[in-house]
């Protein structure tokens, strides 16, 4: 499964547009160009590198050899970003598949907000100012977190009506799994944990993240003395996903830093 980070920094370029002036008999014209540009690099240089490995990701995903998988969740929070250009789009041309969440959130928290629904909840949406109400994402884990065993089984009871799939009816069977994950966690960081449990509800192999919190996380339940959940699914970076295949020269990074390419 994709993180949305690895979506969103897929993209390494952005466009721009240049100015040519002309002179014709003392006459000056400008002429706008259009064209892309490399992003700087940034976040440090391991960072950096994680990123570009996503070329070389992209090619397996192409290729046959790795299955990208992303999930209503996961795209609901990309439905706040821009539109991405797929020039220099490390995942250009990826068949991303589309998995089921763990469970499906309207079907316990409905809301006329929409910006409230694609809403993490967390503390960028706080400062913006965003129009917060109980069925974003945060909202949603923190409900879930809530369940007690007579909650999941009056929930159970009632599953026709609130049209549980029984994929869904197995994941509140399982739910003290999430549960778990939680409590090691901040409330910032439970959509996180959903991301992960979806992965892991849908036998994945691996969440691939660019970021070090969550696998670290993971790593630290791991080594907990008498833990009573297994986790399996991988949390991985880019070059850990890479390691995993033998590769240790990514592929090369198709654009020049500091290039301009003319578009049209």
């Not at 490995?53 to 050899?65: S, V």
């Not at 913006?128 to 977190?145: M, R």
């Not at 090691?184 to 996180?192: A, G, H, I, L, M």
Request: aromatic share 10%.
């Amino acid at each position: 499964m994709l993180d949305n980070g690895i979506i969103s920094h897929a993209k390494f370029v952005n466009y721009v547009i240049q100015e040519k002036i002309s002179t014709c008999r003392d006459h000056e014209t400008t002429t706008k160009i259009y064209g892309l540009m490399r992003k700087d690099p940034n976040g440090g240089d391991n960072y950096q590198r994680q990123k570009e490995a996503l070329f070389t990701i992209g090619r397996l995903i192409r290729e046959g050899q790795v299955e990208a998988y992303s999930y209503n969740e996961l795209k609901f929070e990309r439905a706040k970003g821009r539109i991405r250009n797929p020039e220099f789009n490390a995942l250009n041309g990826c068949q991303i598949r589309i998995c089921n969440p763990a469970i499906e959130r309207s079907r316990f928290l409905k809301t006329a907000n929409f910006s409230d629904f694609i809403a993490k909840g967390g503390k960028k949406d706080k400062k913006d100012q965003v129009a917060l109400g109980d069925a974003n994402q945060i909202a949603f884990c923190t409900f879930l977190c809530s369940l007690n065993k007579s909650a999941v089984k009056i929930i159970l009871l009632n599953a026709e009506l609130l049209h549980l799939t029984q994929f869904e009816i197995e994941s509140l069977n399982e739910i003290n799994w999430f549960q778990f994950i939680c409590k090691r966690f901040v409330p910032e960081s439970y959509p996180d944990a959903f991301h992960l449990w979806t992965a892991e509800r849908n036998a994945l192999d691996a969440f691939l993240t660019l970021e070090k919190t969550l696998q670290n996380k993971v790593s630290n339940i791991r080594r907990e003395r008498k833990c009573p959940i297994k986790i399996n699914t991988q949390v991985l970076r880019p070059l850990d996903l890479l390691e995993k295949f033998g590769i240790d020269r990514p592929d090369p990074i198709p654009i020049e830093l500091e290039q301009f390419y003319r578009i049209f």
